[in-house]
């Protein structure tokens, strides 16, 4: 006499249900970890690998990316679907870390690593040439270097004010480094980026760097170099300055200022990196619950009623009982 319920490979109706939930548990954390664990490396590595060795970083994104693929083809073809969601998902995970992490490097990270990595000079002259410090991170400047905010010029594009200011000494009219910020000047002769206007002959100063990497979007679009370079052509033309045609930009802080201020490029970055993770991770957990319970329903409308199978073979069952008395 066959057991109430009993299913063809042993199980019974209530160990099938128990093993489902566990199913879908398992399906729910795989679909959430794997596509995250995948993207993972996109993102870490744009952010924090590729400044020494972008072929590095390259490499990862392809291994990646065909691994996504693979996964979602041969999950596709077995005719099996947790693999295959977890593939897609991983392919757009690279996707948006190649995205987030572009923004983030070239933002700030490059600029970052530029600061901290490259080479720095002490004691510079504002009459030295800047291209014999092109190679230069930092530039601690001598006693007597000022911004001078009374040859400044602020150039007016998006909304926004780029603006210049030359680096001299004393009454010199030869400008190699210029001093650079945003929305912190006039039009002509007023400029307090980074706290110049406090600032005095007699304050030491350091120049940090700036990149000039035509930013996120590269050659599509205009960079802040640009306006800034613009700037500069109208405040050498309004104050008869000269100078080389590519002078360094600078960022004209404090001495003591120079650490908070190259940390800056770091510690933002790094939050966002964090909280591009955790949202990820969040979106793949809830597209995890939405697929799982896709494909349940799905089973359901597609599979026959289960209530009435399982009333019908109680039925079957107690009629046999009787037959066998």
């Known amino acids: 006499m066959a057991e109430p319920f009993l299913r063809a490979d042993g199980t019974t109706e209530l160990n099938s249900a128990m093993s489902s939930i566990v199913w879908g548990k398992r399906q729910n954390f795989v679909v959430t970890i794997l596509p995250w664990l995948i ?22 994104i392809v291994l990646t990316s065909v691994a996504a693929v693979f996964i ?11 693999l295959f969601y977890c593939g897609v998902l991983g392919a757009f995970g690279i996707f948006l870390g190649c995205c987030v992490g572009a923004i983030l490097y070239q933002g700030w990270l490059k600029q970052y690593y ?8 002490e004691n510079v002259l504002p009459s030295e040439f800047a291209a014999a410090h092109s190679d230069a991170g930092r530039l601690d ?75 996120v979007f590269g050659g599509f679009m205009l960079s802040p170099f640009d306006f800034y370079q613009r700037a500069i052509v109208q405040a050498k033309a309004s104050f008869a300055l000269v100078g080389t045609d590519k002078p360094l930009l600078l960022r004209w802080v404090k001495r003591d200022s120079v650490d908070s201020a190259t940390n800056w490029y770091l510690f933002e970055p790094v939050i966002f990196y964090i ?26 409308l597609q599979a026959p009623d289960q209530k009435v199978q399982m009333n019908r073979r109680g039925e079957d069952y107690g009629a046999a009982s009787d037959d066998a008395f």
Do not use: Q
């Open 275 to 300: 909280l591009s993770l955790i949202a990820y991770l969040i979106m793949t957990a809830f597209c995890a619950l939405v697929i799982n319970r896709s494909i349940k329903r799905a089973e359901l």
């Open 141 to 215: 400047f001598a006693a007597g270097a000022v911004a001078d905010a009374s040859k400044s010029v602020g150039y007016m594009s998006g909304g926004h004010i780029y603006c210049v200011a030359p680096i001299l000494n004393a009454d010199a009219l030869r400008a190699e480094f210029w001093a650079i910020g945003v929305d912190c000047c006039g039009p002509r002769s007023s400029f307090n980026c980074d706290g110049v206007a406090a600032s005095d002959a007699s304050e030491l100063k350091t120049g940090l760097v700036m990149l000039n990497d035509g930013g």
């Open 114 to 121: 530029h600061l901290t990595y490259s080479r720095f000079y």
């Open 72 to 82: 979602t083809v041969l999950d596709f073809m077995a005719g099996r679907k947790m």
């Open 39 to 60: 993207a993972l490396p996109t993102l870490t590595g744009i952010c924090f690998s590729f400044y020494w060795d972008p072929f590095a970083v390259y490499v990862v």
